[in-house]
């Protein structure tokens, strides 16, 4: 198993520039999520998907856009990147343990972006 | 808007000292509370604390949830210089499309001197 596979590891955009940050799993986890670390900040929530075909926004969705149409890939698209947008994403996913909740989510390695 | 806090946001230590780390959360709908640990690259799943589970242990880490209280103390106890790194608070909702998201804290920096 791969666990959590995220691509790129790195990136340096153009502010107005569009991406996909792709991430996928192969755990068969329902859960999927994007979550953005800036300093002193922890991790915020950017986007979520409960299965394949449902997404909803996180704490900040504002300037991306997300789409799942299987249950292994949970791409993030930038619009139209902003030096705001420069971040550590994080993508991770996990299985539901039905009324004890979620399992401890997995992330994945990480892609650190600069927007200049 | 769920809430959590932790505290201090950076601790320095002594190899062999004991740590306590504070987490304090308000959510809507609480489901469970999760601790991380984070080196140089993602969080790593420490533990999770439910309203069946309110207290966990593994070797030199332990952590309890005071559901009551609305808080969850991390304990680090003979901490070594590995056991530096950041450590993250979430919590999860229940219900609905809301199953999935998780809030995490700011984090605390733990450095732990030789």
């Known amino acids: 198993n791969a666990g959590v596979t995220q691509t790129p590891k790195f990136q340096v955009l153009k502010t107005g520039q569009s991406m996909t940050l792709q991430c996928a799993q192969d755990m068969n986890h329902e859960y999927m999520s994007w979550y953005r670390q800036d300093p002193g900040m922890g991790l915020r929530l950017i986007h979520y998907s409960v299965g394949a075909g449902i997404t909803d926004q996180g704490e900040v969705p504002n300037g991306y856009n997300v789409s799942r149409s299987t249950t292994e890939d949970f791409p993030l698209r930038l619009l139209s990147a902003a030096p705001s947008q420069t971040s550590v994403y994080f993508c991770?996913?996990?299985?539901?343990?039905?009324?004890?909740?979620?399992?401890?989510?997995?992330f994945g390695s990480g892609t650190r972006l600069t927007v200049v | 808007e769920d809430k959590v806090v932790q505290s201090p946001l950076s601790l320095v230590v002594h190899e062999g000292d004991t740590v306590t780390l504070n987490c304090s959360y308000e959510v809507t709908n609480f489901r469970s509370l999760l601790w991380y640990k984070q080196e140089k690259k993602a969080p790593t799943f420490l533990f999770m604390l439910?309203?069946?589970?309110i207290e966990k242990k593994s070797g030199r880490l332990s952590s309890i949830l005071d559901k009551k209280e609305l808080f969850s103390i991390l304990n680090i106890t003979a901490t070594q210089t590995g056991d530096s790194a950041v450590y993250l608070c979430?919590?999860?909702?229940?219900?609905?499309?809301?199953?999935?998201?998780?809030?995490f804290g700011q984090g605390t920096i733990l450095t732990v001197h030789p």
């Open positions: 979430a919590v999860a909702r229940a219900g609905g499309t809301s199953y999935g998201k998780l809030t």
């Open positions: 991770a996913s996990s299985y539901s343990l039905g009324a004890n909740g979620l399992d401890g989510y997995t």
């Open positions: 439910t309203s069946s589970g």
